[in-house]
């Protein structure tokens, strides 16, 4: 069975810490790897990964991913308040063609001033 | 804001209530998706539509039914729900239909509750 697995689930940290989020994934026909933040609402899109070993960067954000080792990771500088936030990593399966996420369960991080 | 809406965005009904989701996307997306977000667990996607045609789906119960008129509306049809349906209902739509390669946009879910 395809499963998606996220580490740690909760994490608190003070403002200015680095953090690193973790995913791995079991999935058989592995098609890509987005990297969501969900706070009281809608998640909002951070990174989709296709390719092992190239890091995307936004800001204080970056995530790369390991297709070798199967696991990706989210890492946070200088982390914010406003990083507070449940982090969601989805795995996009490809043999349906449907477009179909395998969602782990989040890492609820909590950043405090 | 990303494009996609939902209404409403709580919702209280009993057992033996008939209700309707609404989903609308204003991205010029073709494909239309219902997911399930119950506390301490993952995501579980319910629906798929592509180009109107409903692609996935995933085991869901028949006290669930989608609907898609049209590429820009979604629908998700309650009846004779029970307490452990009580969830977020979050729809999301992508560009493409061709799996996985396209981000998906949610919308801000439906908090329901059934008594």
């Known amino acids: 069975e395809d499963k998606v697995v996220q580490s740690p689930l909760s994490l608190v940290v003070h403002e200015g810490d680095t953090v690193t989020l973790n995913c791995s994934y079991e999935v058989t026909n592995f098609r890509s790897l987005l990297w969501y933040k969900q706070e009281k609402k809608a998640p909002t899109f951070l990174f989709m990964l296709t390719s092992s070993g190239i890091e995307k960067k936004s800001g204080r954000l970056s995530s790369i991913l390991d297709k070798k080792e199967l696991f990706s990771i989210l890492n946070i500088t200088a982390t914010q308040t406003g990083d507070s936030a449940v982090y969601l990593c989805a795995v996009g399966e490809g043999s349906s063609n449907t477009g179909k996420l395998i969602f782990g369960q989040g890492t609820t991080l909590q950043v405090k001033p | 804001e990303t494009g996609v809406t939902q209404t409403p965005r709580h919702l209280v009904m009993g057992m033996t209530n008939k209700k309707s989701l609404k989903c609308e996307q204003h991205l010029g997306h073709n494909a239309m998706y219902w997911y399930k977000q119950s506390a301490k667990k993952p995501l579980e996607l319910m629906f798929v539509?592509?180009?109107?045609?409903?692609?996935e789906n995933n085991s869901v119960p028949s006290r669930f039914s989608p609907e898609c008129p049209n590429s820009s509306h979604l629908f998700l049809h309650l009846h004779t729900l029970q307490p452990e349906d009580s969830a977020l209902y979050l729809c999301?739509?992508?560009?493409?239909?061709?799996?996985?390669?396209?981000?998906?946009?949610f919308g801000p879910g439906t908090r329901l509750t059934v008594l």
């Open positions: 999301a739509s992508s560009q493409g239909r061709r799996g996985s390669l396209y981000e998906q946009f």
């Open positions: 539509y592509s180009l109107e045609e409903r692609v």
